[in-house]
Structure formats: structure tokens, C-alpha cells
């Protein structure tokens, strides 16, 4: 069976060959072909060889040029990668979900040009249901810093995005910061729980904190020149995940959804694609290493 290839959407905008330029790297240092894939999504009945206008071309041959110009950018950043541009018809969403089927990793950006391919919606729908490790680029990263962050909900669950970071890291030759946030508040009215109130926020930050420890354990030992922290948040995840993003490179995160708990998951992915300040990372939890 061969490698798996890195698979990246594009639409042509700027966005999108940011996204082209991170998943060329990405493909370099996994020795993996790069899939270039733009999806073309035209209304019904419409000819593809329809013009918008004088000397613009049909939307097929703009397609096309998006597509060169995204292959141009990922030799430009990995000379004698094997890249593969494919431009096919269809919603933007489902096409690069069946592109990734069976892909390593799928990198979109987190905007597009907004006309034909609506990227933004497009990277929240695979953020939110990933076919693979999905990663979407995000303007705001402009240099490396060699750190990575990972997010860690269910210490008992998080197998698969632990991996990825691990193995993220390792490649980049970055250190990895693990976080796990845990959050209660006193209710306003209402009946008051003693035991909900009783708890100590110290004394639970500190259980968790050795229970964090114990699990990067075999990961260390896995991935022995990686350097991992552990942290203890006492916020809601996706704020606290956001505001560490802001020195890192990537920000890895689990999803349980196929384990029922998509009402957990969602609304930390959501709060990330809208305040992360680099790229972000969500790892199905079928997915291993």
C-alpha cells in the first residue's frame, strides 16, 4: 500500500495558497505526494465553458489557473515535491471530503474567495465533521515559533489527537504544550449543589494535573525527542485554547463526534476557528498513528 497523499482544497485566493504553502511542508517532511484539488461548484444547467465576462474566461479555465498557480506555489516551497492538481465538479465541501477519504491529512484555508467556493463555510463543515486529521490555515501565523499545542477534553479519550501532536512535533522538532480545561460557576438562582460548591478549584486542578502527567507517559517514551509540557486551565476550552494559540504554530484537537459527544466538541472547534491566532488541527478519534 503506498503513502497517503496530503490533499489541500484551493479557490484561487490568498488564503488557499497560504494553505497550499503549509500542506507542500507538510507533505515534505511526511515524504507524501501533495493532492491539489479545486472544486468547481456551478449552478444548475450552467455550461461550464460559461463567460463572466469579456476576456475573463470561462469559469473552468479560471478554475484551471487557480490550480496552476497553487501547484507554481508548492514547488516554489518544496522543489521536486510529486503534487497532483485535480479540478472536479461538484459542492466544495463534499468534493475535498471524498478527496481525503483516504488521505493523511487535509489542509483548507480558514477563507476563500467567496464567489464560486465558499471556503469559510467549507472549513467549519470539515472541521466539524473531519474525514481525516483536518487542518485549516489561518492568516494571522507568520513565522515559526517551534511550538505546538494540544487540547485534551476526555483524559481517558484522547489517544488519536495525542499522536497526531506527537508526531506533528517531532517532524517540526517543536515543543509540545498539552492542555487540559476544566470549568464550573456557581449558579445565579436555583437549587446549589454542597458538593458542587465544596469542591476545592486547587485541589481539583492538582488531581488533573498528575492525571495529565501519567498520560503523555508512553508518548514521552514514544516520541523521546519530544519535549511536552502539561497545563491545567481553570476556563472554558476554546477560550483557553485560543489564547494559547497565540504562541504557537499549530493547535491540535480532538474530535469525539462519531462517540456521540458533538454537543462537547463543537463549540470549542467553532470559538478556535474564530479567535485562533494559527493554524488549527482536528483530529477524528478513529484516527491513529
Known amino acids: 500500500m503506498g503513502v497517503k497523499p496530503i490533499v489541500v482544497g484551493t479557490d484561487g485566493s490568498s488564503q488557499s495558497l497560504r494553505a497550499v504553502e503549509w500542506a507542500a511542508v507538510e507533505a515534505m517532511l511526511h515524504d507524501a505526494p501533495l493532492r491539489i484539488v479545486s472544486a468547481l461548484d456551478l449552478p444548475a444547467r450552467l455550461d461550464p465553458e460559461w463567460t463572466r465576462g ?17 501547484a507554481e506555489r508548492a514547488d516554489l516551497v518544496a522543489p521536486g515535491l510529486i503534487v497532483d492538481a485535480r479540478l472536479v465538479i461538484g459542492k466544495p465541501a463534499q468534493v475535498l471530503a471524498d478527496a481525503a477519504a483516504a488521505a493523511a491529512m487535509l489542509v483548507v484555508g480558514s477563507q476563500g474567495a467567496g464567489n464560486l467556493t465558499p471556503f469559510g463555510s467549507v472549513s467549519r463543515h470539515l472541521a466539524m465533521n473531519p474525514p481525516c486529521p ?6 494571522e501565523a507568520e513565522r515559526p515559533l ?4 494540544v487540547g485534551v477534553h476526555e483524559l481517558d479519550d484522547s489517544a488519536a489527537a495525542l499522536a497526531f501532536a506527537f508526531g506533528e512535533a517531532s517532524l517540526y522538532g517543536a515543543h509540545l504544550l498539552a492542555v487540559h480545561t476544566w470549568f464550573w460557576f456557581r449558579p445565579a438562582i436555583g437549587p446549589v449543589s454542597e ?26 517514551e514514544k516520541y523521546p525527542d519530544v519535549e511536552a509540557g502539561e497545563r491545567v486551565v481553570h476556563a472554558r476550552p476554546g477560550h483557553a485554547l485560543a489564547a494559547a494559540s497565540a504562541g504557537a504554530d499549530l493547535v491540535v484537537l480532538g474530535s469525539n463526534g462519531e462517540h456521540g459527544r458533538e454537543a462537547t466538541a463543537g463549540p470549542v472547534i467553532h470559538t478556535l476557528l474564530g479567535h485562533a491566532r494559527c493554524p488549527v488541527a482536528v483530529v477524528p478519534a478513529t484516527e491513529r498513528r
Do not use: F, M, N
Open 54 to 70: 469579456p476576456g475573463t474566461g470561462s469559469v473552468t479555465e479560471i478554475a484551471e489557473k487557480a490550480l496552476d498557480a497553487a
Open 134 to 139: 483536518v487542518v485549516i490555515e489561518r492568516a
Open 146 to 149: 517551534g511550538r505546538l499545542v
Open 195 to 220: 458538593g458542587r460548591l465544596g469542591v476545592d478549584p486547587r485541589r481539583v486542578s492538582a488531581e488533573a494535573l498528575a492525571r495529565l502527567h501519567q498520560l503523555l507517559v508512553p508518548w514521552r
